[in-house]
């Protein structure tokens, strides 16, 4: 899971950082004060290069760390802000005029078939439709942002499967097969979760419970929500 992994090194190497600073062992103050907005150059070069990111914030999160790090070392003098919003305003117009994937008569646009999933969404959106015929779960997580994985023709691994779901001021679905088993736990904070699934209202059915394999959903919703259902919205 390349892209939770990622993400939990980049909080661990923030911490160490911070803990060697509080210690007064090394100071960090100038070099990061001078080249902080090269992460948010990486993140938008991340978005751009990634087929399942949104190409919209990717150009965002480039054009305004670009800006930022030329400001930063004084090549550039003018103030950003007076043109952020403007320029924010016409790239989300764009994508509503030409987004990035559209529903044609009920197929998704973005089709693949990774047996395991590995999603990263910052303040941007994904929608696939899975069609994995060995699905062994993965990770999701969205933060300020959104995800929808539709898994309605995709087949359990014979072990079944986990997916970690994490939602952090964003929203996550979770669209699955009505015949599949479906369990699900969470830790919300400000957020909640749901199992909208035919699992869940048959609740404690032998016959249903019997079926293998099963999907265990792993949920931490913080100012944000996760659904897990059998069919969607649109």
Known sequence: MKGKMALGILFILFGIVTL??????????????TWWPLIIIGVGINKLISKNESKTSGTIFLVVGIFLQ????????????????P?????????????????????????????VVDYVNI??????????????????????????????????????AIIDATAAFGGIDIIVPTHWKVIVTGVPIFGGWSNKTQSEQLGNNDDFISVQPVLRVK?????GGIDIKNYSNN
């Not at 030409?98 to 197929?107: A, Q, R, T, W």
């Not at 699905?135 to 898994?151: H, M, Q, Y």
């Open 123 to 160: 303040f941007s959106g994904l929608e696939n439709k899975n069609l994995s015929k060995n699905f062994k779960g993965g990770s999701i997580i969205a933060i300020f942002g959104g995800a929808s994985l539709d898994l309605r023709g995709s087949e359990l691994a014979a072990e079944g």
């Open 20 to 33: 060697l600073q509080q210690l007064n062992i090394v100071y960090f103050g100038n070099i990061f004060s």
């Open 70 to 85: 030329l400001r930063v070392l004084d090549i550039i003098t003018v103030s950003i802000w007076k043109f952020f919003w």
């Open 219 to 223: 949920c931490v919703a913080a100012f």
């Open 87 to 115: 320029i924010i305003f016409i790239l989300i117009g764009f994508n509503i005029l030409f987004p990035k994937s559209e529903l044609d008569k009920g197929h998704y646009s973005n089709s693949v078939n990774d047996d």
